[in-house]
């Protein structure tokens, strides 16, 4: 299975990801201390959402951009942020915490190898080059991680918004 085929694995694993957290990680994170603050289920699912919505949006974009367009390098980047989230947090708070952290088996069986095969063929099939990756990949994480408490208050706020809405309503 070649770049092509593996980058629609990406959303799909990431979207059964993103599930798994959506269900479990809000009741978790209040009691993960320093590993998670505590989130709300509206805030997480909404974060969720919006990240694997993005996926999506980057596989369309590299899929019609091509070897080395902006949408593949957002993509291997993506690829590059979810492989590191395999590790940080979810096996090493799983493993601190002497406790599942939500999310953990589905980094390990979908994301893992999804992202490790993707990356791989990324280069070997000339789809991405080196230089160009290291910047993006770095630029893309930092993305990711930034966009995540940001995401949390959007959620927040969107949930305040509509209980606002209902009330004027009634």
């Known amino acids: 299975m070649g770049f092509n ?27 993960a201390g320093k590993w998670h603050h505590p989130v709300t289920p509206i805030a997480f699912r909404f ?23 902006v949408g593949t390098y957002l993509l291997t980047g993506y690829a590059l942020g979810m492989l590191l989230n395999v590790v940080l947090p979810h096996l090493v708070a799983t ?9 953990l088996v589905t980094a390990i069986l979908l994301n893992l190898p999804v992202t490790v095969l993707l990356l791989i063929s990324a280069f070997s099939e000339g789809f991405v080059s080196f230089p160009t990756f290291a910047y993006y990949g770095v630029f893309v994480c930092f993305g990711l ?23 004027r309503i009634r």
């Open 5 to 31: 085929e593996l980058k629609w694995l990406f959303p799909i694993a990431i979207t059964l990801h993103n599930l798994e957290e959506a269900i479990w990680l809000p009741a978790w994170s209040n009691n």
């Open 47 to 69: 974060a969720v959402t919006v990240l694997t919505v993005l996926a999506f949006m980057v596989t369309i974009w590299s899929a019609t951009g091509g070897p080395e367009s």
């Open 95 to 103: 493993i601190a915490l002497r406790s599942y952290m939500p999310g």
């Open 145 to 167: 991680v930034g966009s995540i408490p940001l995401l949390f208050i959007m959620g927040e706020k969107l949930m305040g918004l509509s209980l606002c809405i209902k009330d």
